[in-house]
């Protein structure tokens, strides 16, 4: 890969941002990339929760601009160019959702500037710790267009809807400390060590619970966030009814008797019809 570095361990995934020099930016080959190890790490089941960090002073400055003037093409000369442009971007829009969709549990590890399209891509996940430097900016408005990939549809459901109304049509950046405070980051920490040494040991807890439970977990707090109480409060019968086993139960309870860590099964691998 040349825009990630993907290693796994203890039942973490750790997918790193590694174009400094080019501040993280979003190019084609980051879309493709991404979308190609999420698809991985969801069949392959091994992995109980997914670390996403960065290199350099920036998490990530977006979008790379120059995308738009070579690979891709957007034709706003007739109905159908512009029609166009939904269908590229469902497809990109595609790429952030696996996150929110993983069987795992993700985890954001945010440095510097979280800029544009990585607002989308923050967004997305389930956890997300910043350092002292950190800020966050909805880029999309200073360049003449509109957040277009998840940031306006997912931070209402994060932050105040007047602080989203605010930093969207301003393009203002939301420092760290503001971000804690409306509950857009979990933990603010002085260094980047701190903040990864933190997030390390965060996916590692989840890590160490049953990968089923986790994922019922994950499906429930979901469905919750965009459903009424009595909806959500009947899937959750569902989702434990179809996932509860006394043997998890008596495990969980027994390591923490003994002390020790719990024995779990992995998730399945998920095969594929396109593979049959």
């Known amino acids: 890969m040349h825009c990630f570095n993907l ?19 979003m190019n084609p080959a980051f879309w493709r990339e991404l979308d190609d190890v999420l698809t991985q790490l969801h069949r392959d089941g091994q992995a109980r929760a997914l670390l996403i960090s960065s290199t350099g002073k920036h998490f990530s400055a977006g979008m790379a601009l120059e995308t738009f003037g070579g690979a891709i093409a957007m034709d706003d000369s007739s109905a159908e160019g512009r029609s166009a442009m939904f269908d590229l971007l469902t497809e990109m829009q595609a790429t952030f959702t696996k996150l929110e969709t993983l069987r795992i549990p993700v985890i954001a590890a945010i440095q510097g ?5 990585a607002v989308d891509m923050a967004t997305a996940c389930c956890i997300r710790y910043a350092t002292a430097d950190a800020f966050f900016c ?14 306006l549809q997912r931070l209402p459901k994060l932050i105040p809807l007047g602080v989203v109304k605010e930093l969207a049509y301003t393009g203002r950046r939301l420092p760290s400390a503001k971000a804690l405070a409306y509950g857009l980051v979990n933990e603010v920490f002085d260094s980047q060590e701190a903040m990864m040494a933190a997030a390390l040991q965060c996916a590692r807890e ?9 994922w019922g977990t994950k499906q429930v707090i979901h469905y ?17 009814g179809a996932i509860w086993s006394n043997e998890h139960v008596r495990e969980a309870v027994t390591a923490q008797k003994q002390k020790r860590a719990g024995t779990y099964p992995d998730l399945p691998k998920l095969g594929s019809f396109r593979e049959i």
Request: glycine share 10%; with cysteine.
């Open 113 to 117: 500037g979280c800029i544009g399209g």
């Open 138 to 151: 909805i880029q999309e408005i200073n360049i003449g267009m509109v957040a277009d990939v998840g940031t």
């Open 7 to 25: 290693t796994q361990q203890d039942h973490v995934a750790h997918l790193v941002l590694n174009r400094p020099e080019a501040m993280n930016t």
């Open 206 to 214: 989840i890590g160490a619970k049953p990968p089923v439970a986790i």
């Open 224 to 240: 919750a966030r965009d459903h009424s109480v009595d909806d959500a409060l009947k899937q959750m019968g569902w989702i434990q």
